[in-house]
């Protein structure tokens, strides 16, 4: 039996077509991959678990290479190279993707023999419906390979090679050789009809793909409006959560990844491969920041829809839904799996969807604020549903809820729901009073400015000299950060900047910031979860716009440190530097965006600075 030595979650990258999503190792391997949809059973994820997960590599023999990965600029493409003395070779791995509405939903992988001539190992262990379901293999010729899932509600995937892949019985090849200037092709994904497609037509039917992928990706991104300092950082982040954004429902996913925990060993393992509402209205913040006006105006349909229906149905709008709408997200574990270094429950599937949680109202008004802004004018018609969610939100935000954090085990009058409830109703003024659209003025606005009392006299502590994570707690967690961003509270306010230096004494460690999920002190008291990484984005944000731009510049240097090969962050970083969580993370890289967006406006813009030099030791 292999050794059970997982890979660190750093040493992945990702493809993906808008539909789902590939992890590649940097040796090759593909370790993970749900198919056909983000949401979908896996096919391979051996990230997982190391025997039952599945994998597929063409990993070339020998282990006197040099791997080096990165991404074909400006694209979602990726390329692994193998370097020897003796030999080097190329592996790009792709997902197809143009401006057509309809394109197969397959994976691509190109293997190339740059010098000498080469033997690779083929290993494709497919292991269907999560491992949980036996499979056979078929194939009308030698270079495909069909595998039909016992059960029939899980979709069949088809393999086909411009190589022979199995023999007359359907049993697969072991490994496969190749000499200089030859190419083999590996294309997995729905089933099509292979047999007018001989080994000529697949290989230029494959490039004439990379070719359309490469040229797709690089086009988008040549899109962005944004041209400011840390422009890779900010390019590569757009074009992570373009990969996270569904281009069949227009809606984001927080993650491409289940249970990957937040804690080595420890249960906090969920499932991310869902749309939050809250994570896709700060996603189309970003995008809106980026000039992304399209992606943000097919949000704002998809969200559109779900209130139509929610609303009509008489049920309000739920905290998450898989990107096609579906309301059903049932938790279940995977008892076959044992979990990424052994980290179990292993979960599919959200409980917290059921949760009440205030905050998702803010974040949802301040996007559709800024796209009536910076995009379309809002219908009246909308304007309608909006006023259905903020009489919602009145008549709830002095409820206790779960919080950002979705904690499980209470419920809490916590300060970020009721700063994001603020914004809603505030947001929803701006709105009216912008078109003219009716509102309940003497509702609205008082209950706005109670809730901004609230906030400013019953969450400051004077003990602390700080603003505090819940009421009646004694400590701080980074979403007390949003204050300043949503501009409830000057960055410049004294009650703000003892906040901040707060947060600096109890919450962090070098540039990164551990969150709260409880009443304690996560830096000094026992603490096995890794630090928050858009934490560390907020922090760097809110140092900006209080106009301490040197400091914020360096932190978020620094911050750059800690992301992978491929410029990719997880949820968390842990104290020796490895990710923890979900991966990659969209709240990661939308908060990379609004830090450097801020940094870059407020260089050019600000005409003085608070503090204007920071010592760097």
Not at 521 to 544: H, M, Q, R
Request: glycine share 6%.
């Amino acid at each position: 039996m292999e050794n059970k030595i997982y890979s660190p979650i750093k040493d992945y990258g990702i493809i993906g077509n808008g539909k789902t999503t590939v992890l590649i190792n940097k040796t090759g391997s593909i370790d993970f991959f749900c198919f056909p949809h983000f949401d979908s059973p896996s096919v391979f994820a051996k990230l997982l678990d190391r025997d039952a997960g599945g994998y597929f590599n063409t990993q070339p023999k020998g282990d006197d290479y040099q791997i080096h990965q990165n991404y074909i600029d400006q694209t979602n493409v990726l390329l692994t190279r193998f370097i020897a003395t003796r030999a080097v070779v190329d592996i790009i791995d792709f997902m197809p993707f143009d401006d057509e509405s309809e394109f197969p939903n397959e994976y691509i992988r190109i293997v190339k023999c740059i010098r000498g001539t080469i033997d690779f190992s083929f290993e494709l262990i497919p292991k269907l419906n999560y491992g949980r379901s036996n499979h056979t293999i078929s194939s009308d010729s030698k270079h495909e390979a069909i595998f039909n899932c016992d059960d029939t509600k899980i979709e069949s995937l088809q393999v086909i090679s411009n190589i022979e892949i199995s023999d007359t019985k359907s049993n697969l090849i072991t490994s496969f050789s190749l000499k200089e200037g030859k190419t083999a092709i590996f294309r997995i994904g729905e089933i099509l009809d292979s047999k007018s497609d001989n080994s000529n037509n697949f290989i230029k039917s494959s490039r004439k793909k990379l070719r359309k992928t490469v040229k797709y990706w690089q086009h988008w991104i040549k899109k962005s409006t944004y041209q400011g300092n840390w422009k890779v950082e900010v390019d590569r982040s757009a074009l992570l959560l373009k990969l996270l954004t569904s281009s069949e429902h227009g809606v984001s996913i927080a993650a491409p990844t289940f249970s990957l925990p937040e804690t080595l060993g420890g249960d906090k393992n969920w499932d991310y491969r869902y749309a939050w509402v809250r994570d896709a209205s700060f996603t189309m913040y970003a995008f809106i920041r980026l000039g992304f006006l399209e992606e943000a105006s097919r949000f704002i349909i998809w969200i559109k829809n779900r209130l139509k229906q929610d609303l009509a149905d008489g049920v309000e709008l739920q905290i998450m839904y898989r990107t096609n709408g579906n309301r059903d997200l049932e938790e279940s574990t995977l008892e076959n799996f044992e979990g990424y270094k052994k980290s179990d429950p292993v979960r599919i599937g959200n409980e917290a969807t059921n949760q009440l949680q205030l905050d998702i109202y803010g974040e949802l008004l301040d996007t559709i604020y800024l796209f009536d802004k910076y995009g379309e004018s809002i219908s009246y018609e909308f304007w309608q549903l909006i006023q259905q969610l903020i009489e919602i939100v009145i008549g709830k935000w002095d409820q206790p809820d779960h919080g950002i954090w979705e904690v499980r085990e209470t419920k809490r009058s916590y300060l970020y729901s009721r700063v994001m409830c603020w914004v809603a109703i505030d947001r929803a003024i701006r709105l009216a009073l912008k078109h003219s659209f009716p509102f309940d003025r003497e509702r609205w606005i008082p209950t706005r400015d109670q809730i901004f009392d609230d906030v400013y006299n019953n969450f400051w502590d004077k003990k602390l000299q700080s603003y505090v994570h819940f009421k009646n707690a004694s400590s701080l967690d980074i979403s007390l950060m949003i204050m300043p961003l949503v501009r409830m509270i000057s960055p410049y306010d004294s009650r703000w900047s003892l906040t901040m230096e707060a947060i600096e004494k109890k919450l962090m460690t070098d540039v990164l910031i551990y969150r709260n999920m409880n009443d304690t002190n996560p830096k000094s008291d026992d603490n096995d979860e890794g630090t928050f990484l858009i934490g560390a984005f907020w922090y760097v944000e809110c140092l900006s716009r209080a106009g301490q731009l040197e400091k914020a510049s360096y932190y978020f240097q620094k911050i750059m440190n800690y992301s992978n090969h491929l410029g990719l962050f997880s949820e968390e970083i842990d104290a020796d530097g490895s990710f923890l969580g979900n991966f990659p993370q969209a709240f990661s890289h939308l908060g990379l965006i609004s830090a450097a967006f801020s940094l870059n406006r407020n260089q050019k813009d600000a005409t003085f600075n608070v503090i204007t030099t920071y010592d760097l030791f």
